[in-house]
Every structure is written in C-alpha cells, then in structure tokens.
C-alpha cells in the first residue's frame, strides 16, 4: 500500500499538491490510526506467531496492520477498539444485503437448528438454482462454495466441452486464486511485455510453468488486440474469461460495444465466454451485468453477494455447455474426434466422459438457505433503483470535491459499486491504471478511517453499497472527503 511514484507535484486543472503534504498526512493519519487501534496491533502481532502474515488470506493484510473486528449489523462494523466504522467495503463486495440481514439471520438461525451438512440434496438448492437460472437467462446450475471454485469449474467445463486446452484472461482481471488465473494480475511494467501480445506473469510462485503455456493474456477493452491473439491461437482456446467490468483496477467499465465484440469473437473461433460476475452479479442488477449490458455469455460464475455473507459459489449458463458435466457425447470435443478416425468417442486424454465437478460443501444446506433468502427477500428487484441511487450520490458527491480542490482523480461507479481513481485520465486497462496515485490513495484511507469511513485497503478496490446503507451515512462519507482534500491543499 502507497509505494512512492517518485514525482514531486501532482498537478491537476492549474492546482498542485505537493508530495510533501500528501506524506505529511499519510504519516499524521498512520500515527493516529495506531494510537485508536492498539488492540487490533496486538492480535496482529500474536496472530504473526500462528499465521503467515498474520492472516488467514494474504489480501487481508496491510500497512502497518489490518484492522481486527468483533461485529457488524447493517451498515455498520466495529474493530476489536470498539472503533465503528460505516463500511463502505462490505467484504470486498461481498455484502449487497448489508451485514447480518435480519431476514438472512433469522434464516440462518432456523437452519443451524436443523443441520447445515447432509451431503444429500436439498430442496433449497432447487429453487436457488431456478433463480439463477432466471436472472442470468441460464439452462443449468452447479453450486461451489467460493469464486475460485466457480471460475476454475466453469474452465473445466470449457475445456471439457471444446476438447481445447488454453484459456485467454485479460491483463489485471482477478478471477480466484487457482494456477490457471493467478497470471497477470497487476504484473510488473518490465514483466508484463507488448500490450498487443501481453506476457503471462505468474503472481504466485508455485505455479508450474506448463500451466503458465495454457494461459493467453490479452489486454481489457482492446477488441482488436484480442482478434490478433485470437488468430495467433486458432483452435487452441477454449475459453475467454473476462470480469464484465475490471473491479481489480478500481473500477474500469467495458467500452461501448466491446462485450458484443468478446460474444462475436467468440461465436466465430468457437469459444465458449465466460463471464466472472463474482462481483458483478445481483449486485449491478437484479440479473447482473447481464442484465446491465444485455450480452450473455455461455457460461457466468457468482460467489460473494448471492450468499448475503455466507460461503457460496455457483455457474452455469448454457444448456449445450454445462451438459459436458452429464456426458461428452455431442460436444464439439467428441465430434473433433469422430471426424478423425469415425470412431466417436472423448478426445479428452484418459478417454474421460464427461466434466467432473465435486466438491462435498457444494450446495450445503446452510449455503443454500442463505442464497435462497438473500435473492428472494433481500436483493429482490424493487432494491436495484434505489441502490443506484445512492451510488450516483456518492459519485457524484466526491466528484464535486475533486473539483473543488483540483484533486487528480475522478469518481466513478457502475451500479453500487464505485471509487475515487486517483489519475487524472481515464483508465480503460490495466497498463493506463499503473499510473494512479498510491501515495494520495493511501493518504486518503487512513484520513477517512480515522473519521468513521471504511473503505477497502486498497487502490485496486472499490466500495460497495448494501440494501441496509442510507443517504445521511453517504453525505458523511462525502463530507469527510472534503476534510480531506481541504486539508491536502490547504
Ligand atoms: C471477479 C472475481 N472473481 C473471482 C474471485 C474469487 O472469489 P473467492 O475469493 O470467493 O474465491 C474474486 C474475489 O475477489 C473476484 O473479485
């Protein structure tokens, strides 16, 4: 968090801000941050002596120490200080039905009481499927338990499905932590190689390089960049995976027309699309950035908000496609085969049949119940306008800051979800975002912690409005924003 850019002045509409103030603030803000949270110092400290990096998943952890909490309801969170806070990060996303629901906890309660494994099927986990299926325009459903189970199981499919083994990801896109999508998140510039053909960078050592071969990268938003890497591989991808907006980079939303252009491409090389609306999905829309921007893809992933805060994952999408789970037989991987020899069968190594998907949490009870009440009582339709909202006045609240004092950024959100970027262009891909300003980023967390305003750790996320947020609780973040800026120029 807040690397040094090593420019002197950001200068922005005539005004300058001068580094000096912004590491003047950063360190005040950190000091004072340490002084109200010396309870969470110390969990961090011993939690160092059990855990690597102190936490249970390395994104938790951040400059000088991550905040430890105690509890939630609504809008609210509080740190183990008893510090509360007005939480504008809800989970990294998770949280579009607000903490602890009390329909989602009554719900949960009920449940408890009645076991939350069989690992036999449920009649909840019917009736979440057929309500996926009816926001996401899907034939089929299967339940995970985490967005990288989803995206990793929706590549299988694909390859199953193809008889194809690459995978093209665009450059920046964050799609769970399983080797084939753990490339490129945000690669170094001497690493990353020709926008026009990006390199494959792995972010995790670990990662055998045979799989390193399997993964295509391609920049976001630049359709034309993609027909080129699309023909360098014909007949080699199985699969496009692509976040329908990048929430890794902040928030950069796709340009008009190129989802129609990913469904093109990929109906002309015979590639099944996938759409990661992880983050996305019922939470942009009652159907997700489907709805949003009317492109279906063949297959989609959800996690994080269809389960109101409880472990879940799922995909599906099209019949033709999710049917390689059942058999192989009419795929274009088995047809590819029967072509060269007459004989019909699995080109797949091994002679499988069919796309194993397994999993012995999947489509638990507790999982299920939880998704079930948050989509059918929670996140219901009428919700969308008013959440929409309130997200504009947020965007449009601290844009007018920015303004006023010059700062070099921009606000922006797409549906609930928006931040502040800290670079005066627009940022359309990853390579553009490398430019924004970490030091003011950071500079800016801290000051709003201290006041009662949590947003994500970190520049590359973004904040998320919840059913259970108000107005008031929006003006004051706006207004501590103000605090802020007017301190940074003054
Ligand atoms: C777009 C996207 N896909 C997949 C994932 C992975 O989800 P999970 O952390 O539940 O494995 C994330 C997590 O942040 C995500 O943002």
Redesign the pocket.
């Known amino acids: 968090m807040g690397g040094s850019l090593g420019r002197s002045t950001v200068t922005v509409t005539g005004r300058q801000v001068s580094r000096a103030r912004i590491a003047e603030i950063a360190a005040r803000e950190e000091e004072s941050y340490r002084g109200r949270t010396r309870r969470s110092a110390e969990l961090f400290e011993r939690a160092g002596r059990s855990l690597p990096l102190g936490v249970a998943?390395s994104?938790q952890v951040y400059d000088p120490y991550p905040l430890f909490m105690t509890d939630a309801r609504g809008s609210r969170i509080w740190d183990a200080d008893g510090n509360e806070y007005i939480d504008f990060d809800m989970a990294?996303?998770v949280l579009a039905a607000g903490h602890s629901h009390p329909k989602l906890a009554a719900a949960l309660q009920r449940r408890v009481a009645n076991g939350t494994c069989y690992t036999f099927p449920v009649e909840d986990g019917v009736e979440l499927a057929e309500e996926i299926k009816a926001r996401f325009g899907a034939d089929l459903v299967r339940f995970s338990?985490?967005?990288?189970?989803?995206?990793m199981d929706a590549i299988r499919v694909a390859r199953g499905y193809t008889g194809r083994e690459k995978v093209v990801k665009m450059e920046g896109?964050?799609?769970?932590?399983h080797d084939d999508?753990l490339v490129s998140i945000q690669p170094p510039r001497d690493a990353m190689g020709p926008v026009e053909s990006p390199r494959t960078v792995p972010a995790s050592a670990g990662i055998p390089r045979s799989r390193l071969e399997e993964t295509v990268i391609a920049p976001f938003n630049e359709p034309e960049m993609l027909e080129g890497i699309l023909d360098a591989h014909r007949g080699e991808i199985a699969a496009i995976i692509v976040?329908p907006v990048q929430?890794?980079i902040g928030v950069v939303p796709p340009k008009e027309g190129y989802l129609q252009r990913l469904r093109e491409l990929a109906d002309q090389h015979g590639i099944v699309l996938i759409f990661?609306?992880?983050?996305?999905g019922v939470v942009l829309a009652w159907g997700g950035a489907y709805e949003h921007y009317g492109v279906q893809p063949d297959l989609f992933?959800l996690?994080?908000s269809i389960g109101g805060g409880i472990?879940i994952?799922a995909f599906g999408g099209r019949r033709e496609v999710m049917l390689a789970i059942e058999t192989l037989e009419g795929t274009p991987a088995f047809r590819a085969d029967a072509a060269g020899t007459g004989i019909e069968r699995s080109t797949i190594p091994g002679g499988a049949t069919r796309v194993a998907h397994l999993g012995t949490f999947n489509g638990n009870p507790l999982s299920m119940a939880a998704g079930l009440v948050t989509l059918k009582e929670i996140l219901t339709k009428d919700v969308y306008p008013r959440l929409h909202t309130l997200a504009d006045r947020l965007t449009a609240g601290s844009q007018a800051v920015l303004d006023e004092f010059g700062l070099p950024g921009y606000a922006i959100n797409v549906g609930p979800k928006g931040c502040v970027m800290f670079t005066p262009e627009r940022v359309t891909n990853y390579r553009n975002f490398i430019g924004l300003d970490a030091d003011l980023w950071a500079a800016g967390f801290f000051y709003l912690a201290n006041r009662g305003i949590l947003l994500p750790p970190g520049p590359d996320d973004q904040w998320t409005l919840s059913v259970q947020h108000s107005e008031s609780e929006i003006d004051r973040h706006v207004e501590v924003f103000r605090e802020f800026a007017r301190e940074l120029t003054a």
């Open positions: 998943s994104f990294f996303g338990n985490s967005g990288t189970e989803a995206t896109g964050y799609h769970g932590h999508v976040e929430f890794n990661d609306e992880v983050k996305t992933c996690a994080k472990p994952g």
